[in-house]
């Protein structure tokens, strides 16, 4: 199963100036809870990886970094094309946690199983955003939560078959 994890404000932004615009220590907490739960697999842009996680691997689980670039990096598996990764996963558990092009080509190959939401209640002019996802459908969802000032909740969207 291939699940797709990301903290989005009210319209679907995700990332300012190369980082989140918000400290939720809960969500982070959530983000590792999740990620180790279900296989420990984790796919994430260059970027991302570089940006968010400060080049260092994220602990107890294999990161996958999908790059152009062919120099190795300490304990990550680069990926260099895509869907032929992604078809490596048909039977095994994999977490896409950003950036948002990555999260643009899994959705647009239909790759997408399930999303991992935390909403967070505001605008926080965004300059990276999550794609639609319209044609996913809500499964459950928390209690709204409030930490540092910060209203949020957790939602899962399953794929819509049609």
Known sequence: MIRLI??????RGMAKNG???WSIPDDEQYFTDQTKTFGGNVLTGKTTFVEAYKNKPLSD???FIL???TEP????TLVHDLDQFLNGFSDKDLWVAGG???FDQVMKAGKADELYITEIEGDFSCDQFF?????FKLIRQSETKEQNGFKFTYKVYARTTT
């Open 6 to 11: 990301v903290a989005i404000d009210s319209k």
């Open 19 to 21: 980082g989140m615009p």
């Open 61 to 63: 689980r294999q990161d």
């Open 67 to 69: 790059t152009h670039d």
């Open 73 to 76: 990096i300490e304990a990550v």
């Open 100 to 102: 948002a092009n990555v």
């Open 131 to 135: 794609p639609d996802y319209s044609d």
